[in-house]
């Protein structure tokens, strides 16, 4: 079997019966599934909800700031669809925002860093931050949440060291561009926002429609039929970690982009919670094998609605973890169904 073959859209070995296709299939046969039109709808619901519970929600003093906070969410959350589809995990993605953004900002300030240089300082970063958790995950075959699971403390360390126990201060507004400000909106739309959409199109352009994309998917439904198919799983797994690493240093721009003129050292705390929730809710699986970016822009967009929403109600805080907890749990369960429903056909 080529490599070529080994995956095809709709995830069924070639030559096999509708049947078997049908049964077997991992990789979306559809541009966009029933689950993610359920998630449109619900989005859809809870947007007219909000508007009417609370009018100021449809201003652009509202919808701004909801698109430039899920930017980095969702931008983290393609990379870590990629990663998820391999059947793997990647919790360090809180620490790679804090190391990205305190030495981009402490750049800024002190060598006046311009906006591409930071920027491309900042993916670089990650992208080295993130080939250590590849390398590691690869090649020393010890399961993905271990390894990330250490190597977040370890970057969290180096993050708080060079801090120094403070905050970084009169950062300059460089990164504007991706901020709320008008500087960073064309048409009233946040370039962050838009750069992302940018990027998940050419995430799920490539993973729908290329033979290496398709390659990810055929590791997460069984690593050694892939190997021996001849897709070189250890390069692919790796690349994907590559990858998250360079879109969360992104995200740190955003982040950065995102505050005031000091950077605090709880800088991406829970980033990394937020990303696995978006891309489980839009219905990547937990399991490895299926996934879709467009699936996790939504979720990432749903777990930030339910956040702002409860913020404009009024509402504890905590409702908003309650909630999407309660996402979370549908969505793995419906999951845990389908899975079900296919070994049974």
């Known amino acids: 079997m080529s490599s070529q073959t080994l995956a095809s859209p709709g995830g069924a070995p070639p030559g096999a019966p509708p049947a078997t296709a049908a049964a077997r299939g991992r990789v979306l046969p559809f541009p966009i599934t029933g ?170 352009y490539y993973l729908r429609h290329t033979p290496s994309g398709r390659h990810l998917y055929a590791i997460g439904n069984d690593t050694d039929a892939a190997r021996l198919a ?31 003129a000091t950077l605090a050292p709880n800088v991406g705390a829970g980033m990394e919670l937020a990303a696995i929730a978006a891309v489980v809710i839009g219905g990547t699986s937990i399991m490895g094998g299926r996934g879709s970016v467009l699936g996790t822009v939504l979720g990432a967009l749903l777990v930030q609605t339910v956040t702002s929403g409860v913020t404009q109600l009024g509402w504890r805080s905590q409702l908003a973890s309650l909630f999407i907890g309660i996402f979370i749990l549908i969505a793995v369960g419906v999951d845990l169904l389908r899975q079900r429903t296919r070994r049974t056909a």
């Open 35 to 204: 689950q993610e039109i359920v998630l449109i709808g619900v989005i859809a619901v809870l947007w007219v909800v909000l508007a009417f519970a609370t009018p100021a929600f449809f201003t652009s003093g509202s919808v701004v700031p909801l698109l430039v906070a899920m930017a980095p969410v969702a931008t983290i959350g393609i990379g870590m669809t990629v990663i998820i589809i391999t059947g793997g995990i990647d919790v360090s993605v809180a620490s790679i925002v804090m190391v990205c953004a305190v030495i981009v900002a402490k750049a800024m300030v002190d060598s006046g860093a311009s906006l591409p240089v930071a920027v491309l300082l900042s993916i670089a970063l990650g992208a080295v931050l993130g080939l250590i958790n590849g390398v590691l995950i690869a090649y020393g075959r010890v399961h993905a949440i271990i390894i990330t699971f250490g190597t977040a403390n370890l970057f969290k360390f180096i993050g708080l060291q060079i801090f120094g126990g403070s905050t970084v201060n009169g950062i300059p507004d460089t990164l504007d561009v991706f901020g709320r400000g008008d500087a960073g909106r064309t048409l009233g739309v946040p370039h962050s926002f838009l750069l992302m959409l940018v990027l998940a199109a050419l995430a799920w």
């Open 230 to 260: 001849g897709v070189k799983v250890q390069r692919r797994v790796m690349s994907a970690y590559v990858l998250t690493g360079a879109l969360t240093g992104l995200a740190a721009c955003f982040v950065i982009a995102q505050g005031t």
